[in-house]
């Protein structure tokens, strides 16, 4: 078992539809990163966050410390937001202090 | 304020060549990241340096792959020889000093012919 798992894997949406993604994990963690990745380019830091919840634009981030779980919902999505949506999870403690693990990554398609 | 750089972009190489990509992080920042992602999956890491110090390389195929960061600042990746399962994205990452920010470069994809 993935030490970070989201879903799902793949989402396809209509423009102006609320869309969630969500992120599991089995780790005790520092900090928990939602990342972008748009096709042939670079990766796009979105969120980092440690506890509660965080809002930039129609992006909104959340997490349960204790559940050990966090979602990422666009509203409003806009076939600008298709993109690869990544989780990823900074390690607390111990020898793997620091340490980035990744989700494998959801593929997010809006249609106008 | 200037990202990360990456370089190249894009290289096509036969198996068994050998490939060098570079990367320069953002000024100050202490942390420098490789990740290997293969088409599908999420990045794995290769290397992490701290300054010019190797923090985790565990995850590196060190019979072919080696990296370097000399002065502490940019990076050189290299893989030698190649072999087609490298066939992958590289990419760098930095993080600055006492914050848990990363910072991505756009990637150097390789394919391995």
């Known amino acids: 078992k993935n030490e970070v798992e989201q879903s799902p894997q793949n989402l396809t949406a209509q423009e102006g539809e609320f869309i969630t993604i969500n992120c599991s994990y089995s780790v005790g963690i520092s900090a928990l990163h939602w990342l972008q990745q748009h096709p042939g380019g670079g990766i796009v830091s979105l969120f980092m966050l440690s506890s509660g919840k965080k809002k930039h634009g129609r992006l909104i981030a959340t997490i349960n410390i204790q559940e050990k779980h966090s979602s990422l919902h666009i509203t409003a999505s806009h076939p600008r937001d298709s993109a690869v949506y990544i989780c990823a999870v900074k390690a607390a403690g111990g020898t793997s202090y620091g340490k980035l693990t990744f989700g494998q990554g959801t593929i997010l398609t809006v249609h106008p | 304020e200037a990202g990360v750089a990456q370089s190249p972009r894009y290289k096509i190489i036969e198996k068994r060549q050998s490939v060098a990509f570079w990367c320069n992080p953002i000024s100050g920042h202490a942390t420098l990241y490789w990740y290997q992602q293969i088409l599908g999956q999420g990045p794995k890491l290769l290397i992490q340096?701290?300054?010019?110090?190797?923090?985790?390389d565990s995850q590196l195929p060190k019979d072919r792959f080696s990296a370097e960061r000399l002065k502490g600042v940019d990076s050189t990746l290299k893989i030698q020889p190649a072999k087609l399962e490298d066939s992958a994205v590289y990419l760098c990452?930095?993080?600055?000093?006492?914050?848990?920010?990363?910072?991505f470069g756009e990637g150097s994809w390789l394919t391995v012919v």
């Open positions: 340096f701290q300054n010019n110090g190797v923090v985790d």
């Open positions: 990452a930095s993080s600055p000093p006492f914050r848990g920010s990363i910072y």
